[in-house]
């Protein structure tokens, strides 16, 4: 059995609060978040405190708050030599005190407090200073059903920034795909598909060899029809750059 | 029953011609290509030809072809009075040839020579001139499990101009964050269930609502950092321009 204490209340904690209680390996001690009204409904589950001293003995302490709070919290801490991790893509490992043992515990998916989370999508990227100490956060990852890797500061912050481009840019791409298709009274539903089939085409393709499209075959005549049925300037210039990018990733 | 022949030998005609044969209401009756050697291995299957003057009577013929070739090939149709569809996204209903009935019935997906194809996934967007056209156009895309979409030229450009958007641009997305990850040795499959957990969030979820990440929080120091964490040049300017149109469109 591995015991954990989980500190912070926003969604990695909640998801993670919430997988740990479906698993047999893993048992949450205390749950810490400094305002208690956040957590007090998880009370009958789990021992809830807003003090960090009532913080007891457990196998791993997850803070999991905002990444400007993550220092000040790992000072805080009541004690020593206990194996302390964060879950934050950009967070040095150094930041946390050096009194305990550090490690990282980074799930690299986008969480909502609504939406269910399956761990199995969830790759944990875990990170220590001690090497005896990963085996212990591999199980943990193991006990919730994540697939897990070893990855250094450097590699975390790549995958953190990585991350950006998939995530948070594609979907400004479907937010600029809303805007071009409402325009025009059309259903932005009608892009779904090719929207997750773009997706799945990479998950057994590189991206380099799934290219397509006008850009990719330098057809000069679509991209001029499309820059002029483009009326955002905006909509323009992330066009103009995107198309130049793939030309230049495919040697046009 | 509807009777159909297919010009063209590419990859939407050949995926036509895949799941035209796996219905009970419509059957192939031709089959066209100027070189013949490309479809000849379906010779047991459906009548090929390589001259447009042996096409006999179909309820539809679709011409698949590239989109240079279609106004071509629709004027050297040795019939009159029929129905005629193009499947292309960009491409003018007009530049039809008016001696036959015109329609386009555009299959609004990716697709790839090897990949298989499940049409339940391909939305079909149904042009006509006549209305009395749209009925047959509109059973052939139910006959084959395809949504179906009745949109007029301009709301069909848009699509395929959103469908840049949203399946080229963000396919090059993935292809920067692979070479941000490959540049530090580590390996791009984490990123995988990020981006199709992204690609099936807005399904039920409006981009606008999907965001999440540093540009939409207006999270300088992180900005800052990532900013700082990229040495290419243009995926610099990449990273600049969609985290501007973030904080747009997000009021930042």
Not at 108 to 123: G, I, R, W, Y
């Amino acid at each position: 059995m591995i015991s954990v204490s989980i500190i912070g209340a926003g969604n990695v904690a909640t998801h993670l609060f919430n997988v740990f209680t479906k698993t047999k390996t893993v048992s949450v001690k205390q749950w810490y978040s400094r305002d208690l009204s956040k957590i007090s409904s998880f009370k009958n589950k789990v021992s809830v405190i807003d003090k960090l001293s009532e913080l007891t003995e457990a196998d791993i302490y997850i803070i999991a708050v905002s990444d400007d709070a993550i220092q000040n919290i790992s000072e805080a801490l009541p004690f020593k030599q206990r194996l302390v991790v964060h879950t934050s893509g950009s967070v040095s490992l150094y930041d946390l005190d050096k009194k305990n043992r550090r490690g990282v515990f980074y799930p690299l998916q986008t969480f909502s407090k609504e939406a269910k989370v399956d761990f199995k999508n969830v790759p944990i990227c875990i990170e220590t200073i001690g090497k005896k100490d990963y085996p212990l956060l591999k199980s943990l990852a193991e006990a919730i059903g994540s697939a897990y890797y070893k990855v250094n500061s450097e590699q975390r912050k790549s995958l953190h920034l990585a991350a950006v481009f998939v995530n948070n840019f594609t979907n400004q791409l479907y937010r600029v795909a809303h805007e071009i298709t409402e325009s025009e009274g059309v259903e932005f539903d009608i892009l779904k598909p090719l929207i997750l089939e773009t997706a799945k085409k990479i998950q057994n393709l590189s991206p380099y060899l799934a290219q397509t499209g006008p850009a990719k075959r330098n057809d000069k005549k679509t991209i001029k029809k499309h820059l002029k049925q483009l009326e955002n300037q905006e909509h323009k210039a992330i066009y103009t750059l995107l198309t130049n990018a793939i030309k230049k990733t495919h040697g046009r």
